[in-house]
């Protein structure tokens, strides 16, 4: 498996089919069948990977809070303040339900 967050050079390599379709179409008298596939040489597939560069894999693990703080609800009437950090970049999506709306929690 790769690993998460790391930079990975990627090589391609590439064949067609043609020694098995050659074999299986019409072809004329004088016909040899390829003894391989064609292809690509290794000139062709390091140009393939010097061109694409570093890819780095993902990050599959969520976020989690650093830090989450709400301030006292009854300071201000109109509002709920909260505060939050996440230990990467992220976005945090908040909306407030009154107690009795009959929303089951999250």
Known sequence: ALAHQTNYLIFCFAEDDWAIQAVASHNPVNFVAPT???RIDLA???AVRDAMGNRK???DSP???TQLRIKDPTAVADRIIVTFSLNEPGTVYCRATRVDSGE???
């Open 63 to 65: 976020p989690s809070f």
């Open 104 to 106: 089951t929690k999250a």
């Open 57 to 59: 894999t993902l990050d």
């Open 36 to 38: 391989m596939p064609n």
């Open 44 to 46: 062709a597939a390091k």
